[in-house]
């Protein structure tokens, strides 16, 4: 399954280094939000961070990842940081993780070669991860950055690998 998944997708990691698309994981519950967060924060290396007040838009000191996490899942806060995460044993390329409103995270990507099948693999267990603790979730490619086709065949791979019925 590892290189069907890195044949399927290597164009959207590997292309023209330097981009930095989006994956967009929507529909997330509260719990699922904050326990998606915590894990992004507990498996990093290096994290760096950036959060303001949805209300007044002004930038905010956060003290501690948690109050990060549970602010961010409630809703009172906006913004994301970077990580240099490790799934699963694997080190994957530097994720920026955004969010601006309730029940949203986007997961910002630099392609390049840097990706590599397992660090691709990694991050779709994550996703599996997601999944698990709330299959309503929806994982999909940001239709900004991505045509029709891109999307579909993601979706369509994603949904594949956790052996989901397809839509």
Same mark, same amino acid.
């Given at each position: 399954?590892?290189?069907?998944?890195?044949?399927?997708?290597?164009?959207?990691?590997?292309?023209?280094?330097?981009?930095?698309?989006?994956?967009?994981?929507?529909?997330?519950?509260?719990?699922?939000?904050?326990?998606?967060?915590?894990?992004?924060?507990?498996?990093?290396?290096?994290?760096?961070?950036?959060?303001?007040? !949805?209300?007044?838009?002004?930038?905010?000191? /956060?003290?501690? &990842?948690?109050?990060?996490?549970?602010?961010? =899942?409630? +809703?009172? *806060?906006?913004?994301?940081? !970077?990580?240099?995460?490790?799934?699963?044993? /694997?080190?994957? &390329?530097?994720?920026?993780?955004?969010?601006? =409103?309730? +029940?949203? *995270?986007?997961?910002?990507?630099?392609?390049?070669?840097?990706?590599?099948?397992?660090?691709?693999?990694?991050?779709?267990?994550?996703?599996?991860?997601?999944?698990?603790?709330?299959?309503?979730?929806?994982?999909?490619?940001?239709?900004?950055?991505?045509?029709?086709?891109?999307?579909?065949?993601?979706?369509?791979?994603?949904?594949?690998?956790?052996?989901?019925?397809?839509?």
């Amino acid at each position: 399954m590892v290189l069907d998944l890195w044949e399927r997708l290597r164009p959207i990691f590997c292309s023209g280094g330097g981009q930095q698309p989006e994956i967009n994981l929507e529909n997330l519950s509260a719990p699922t939000m904050q326990a998606t967060i915590d894990y992004l924060l507990q498996n990093s290396k290096e994290v760096q961070t950036a959060f303001y007040t !949805l209300a007044s838009k002004s930038r905010v000191y /956060v003290g501690s &990842p948690g109050e990060a996490t549970s602010k961010l =899942a409630a +809703g009172e *806060l906006a913004g994301g940081f !970077l990580i240099e995460p490790r799934f699963f044993g /694997v080190s994957l &390329p530097t994720l920026g993780v955004f969010s601006d =409103a309730l +029940g949203y *995270l986007s997961i910002d990507y630099e392609t390049g070669k840097h990706w590599t099948p397992i660090a691709l693999m990694a991050l779709f267990e994550f996703f599996r991860m997601v999944k698990e603790m709330d299959n309503s979730v929806i994982i999909q490619l940001d239709q900004h950055y991505f045509g029709r086709r891109w999307q579909f065949r993601f979706t369509k791979t994603l949904r594949e690998y956790l052996h989901e019925p397809h839509q």
